[in-house]
């Protein structure tokens, strides 16, 4: 069993930066993957970053890539995302959620956390 708390979320403005954490608990976490997802109002949740359990494999969606980084420590039990160069359109609620397999899809992802929200004005 693993227990996720995400912290971080707030109010930026454009082209501003957030780091997103998700504090982990249970003794598997080690051997979990990690991604984070987010959704926006009226809009299905979707990918957005990706990680494997020994911190390798890291993926993002076409959207986030070159301005979020995704990272983990197994050490502190943390999964953290980056986030530059923010825009309007990153205003959601992020999840992180833990996996056996770093994947894009959300049916992988056995854990959930509750969200933050992230809004980004103009």
């Known amino acids: 069993q693993v227990q996720l708390v995400e912290s971080g979320g707030g109010l930026v403005q454009t082209g501003g930066s957030l780091r997103l954490s998700c504090a982990a608990s249970g003794r598997a976490f080690r051997s979990y993957a990690m991604g984070w997802f987010r959704q926006a109002p009226g809009l299905e949740r979707e990918f957005v970053a990706r990680?494997?359990?020994?911190?390798?494999?890291?993926y993002y969606a076409d959207s986030v890539k070159g301005r979020f980084t995704i990272s983990s420590d197994n050490a502190k039990n943390t999964a953290s995302l980056q986030m530059n160069s923010l825009k309007p359109e990153d205003t959601a609620v992020y999840y992180c959620?833990?996996?056996?397999?770093?994947?894009?899809?959300?049916?992988?992802?056995?854990?959930w956390g509750q969200g933050t929200q992230v809004t980004v004005s103009s």
């Open positions: 959620a833990a996996g056996r397999i770093p994947t894009m899809r959300r049916s992988d992802y056995a854990y």
């Open positions: 990680i494997g359990w020994n911190g390798d494999s890291a």
